[in-house]
């Protein structure tokens, strides 16, 4: 097969950096939806409004010192991004994402940031980080609703053990999901999908749980955050 990929790039000296960074993290994470939307969860990254909500308890607790915190299904770092600007020194942010080409791009976000706080990126699953420490926050951005119940319930129990008493867990999902899924999607899945949305309902009972929605995401957004006891 002739590769047709162009010899040189050619760039525009007039192009806003962070636009072109922009539009490079969607397209990667088109790519990977394409090639594996369970785990991708979306065809898009998540927005400005949504990435905030998700920030926002870090952002809050980060005014009275240090933070250690933990994000767990980075993608391609729209919240990385926050949380790097936000921690100051004497943070500690833990990023952990198993795709690999994820893991790559976060790597090299989290050592090009001029931030004070140390981050180091982790590219296994959850279920295998075994940290010596705690978190005071947590901010998933994996897409609870696309795995078995079983699995959110394993997902969700490990991060409030590596969460600390106090600490907050911060994980958003889709508005109209169920709805979509009972007309689009076999009986089965449908079933799989009200499963899924009645563990993360006992979690949120189990914690102090508060939300706020971003209607501007594609698609629209709720955001959570559990206080763990």
């Not at 409004?49 to 915190?69: D, I, K, N, Q, Y």
């Not at 609870?144 to 319930?153: H, K, L, Y």
């Amino acid at each position: 097969m002739s590769d047709s990929r162009p010899t040189d790039t050619v760039t525009d000296p007039d192009a806003d950096p962070a636009a072109t960074a922009a539009a490079g993290s969607r397209r990667m994470f088109l790519a990977e939806a394409l090639a594996d939307m369970r785990t991708t969860g979306a065809l898009a990254p998540s927005g400005r409004r949504l990435s905030g909500l998700l920030a926002e308890p870090v952002r809050r607790r980060s005014r009275h010192g240090p933070l250690t915190v933990l994000e767990v299904g980075a993608g391609t770092g729209p919240v990385t991004r926050l949380l790097l600007d936000t921690l100051g020194a004497g943070s500690r942010l833990d990023v952990v994402e198993s795709n690999p080409r994820f893991a790559a791009r976060l790597r090299a976000l989290a050592e090009a940031h001029p931030g004070e706080a140390s981050a180091a990126v982790h590219g296994i699953r959850i279920e295998d980080w075994n940290p010596a420490h705690g978190y005071d926050a947590i901010v998933s951005g994996l897409p609870f609703t696309n795995f078995s119940p079983a699995q959110v319930e394993t997902v969700m129990e490990r991060l409030l053990t590596l969460l600390r008493p106090g600490g907050t867990l911060s994980y958003f999902a889709y508005l109209g999901t169920a709805p979509a899924r009972r007309i689009f999607s076999s009986a089965a899945e449908a079933r799989r999908h009200r499963a899924v949305e009645a563990v993360l309902a006992g979690y949120r009972d189990r914690c102090r749980a508060a939300s706020r929605t971003a209607w501007a995401n594609l698609p629209p957004a709720r955001a959570w955050w559990l206080r763990k006891p």
